[in-house]
């Protein structure tokens, strides 16, 4: 993480999966809430996207925005492919598994914008995964363990911003 939070600027990160209607859009959504929540939205711009781009357009998938909203999350942003302005645009840019981090680094154009790139593992605190698994093929446990990675991810992530 080469920029922290500053005053002046809004500090802007990207969540990427594979599909961008899953993960990505669910750990957008779990990050935006927590920044409203500590009255920071102006300073930051929280963002998602795909390696894909199978989904273009779409809604997140029924089941991830069925497992958010009890949570409080409506899920309403839409698909999109990660391209080459995001590494100039974001100061973060956050994979949910190797994969994805490894698809980044092919599209990244410069050192400085591989070091944008991060995985989130070092923010999961959790027996068994130290990446967000693809929901995708999975039944109801697998979008309510995305949620759950997720919300404990992201409240590290942004303890780590601010810091
Ligand atoms: P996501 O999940 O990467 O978390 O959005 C997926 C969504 C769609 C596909 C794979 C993963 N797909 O192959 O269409």
């Known amino acids: 993480m080469d920029r922290k939070l ?3 600027e809004k500090y802007k990160i990207l ?17 935006q809430r927590l920044v409203d929540e500590r009255g920071l939205t102006e300073r930051f711009l929280i963002d998602s996207a795909g390696t894909s781009g199978y989904h273009d357009g ?10 958010a909203r009890p949570r409080g999350y409506e899920l309403t942003h ?28 092919e599209l990244a154009a ?6 944008k790139i991060e995985l989130i593992s070092p923010y999961i605190n959790h027996p068994h995964y130290d990446y967000v698994p693809d ?18 991810a992201c409240r590290n992530l942004l303890i780590k911003v601010l810091s």
């Open 6 to 8: 500053s005053s002046n």
């Open 15 to 31: 969540f990427v999966c594979l599909g961008n209607i899953c993960r990505s859009p669910a750990a957008q959504a779990v990050m």
């Open 58 to 67: 779409d809604l997140p998938d029924r089941r991830m925005r069925v497992h």
């Open 78 to 105: 839409r698909s999109r492919r990660v391209e080459g302005s995001d590494f100039e645009e974001f100061d973060l840019i956050v994979a949910m598994d190797s994969a994805n981090a490894a698809d980044l680094r």
């Open 110 to 115: 410069t050192p400085e914008e591989v070091r």
């Open 135 to 152: 929901p995708y093929y999975e039944g109801s446990e697998g979008f309510e363990l995305v949620l759950d990675l997720l919300e404990d």
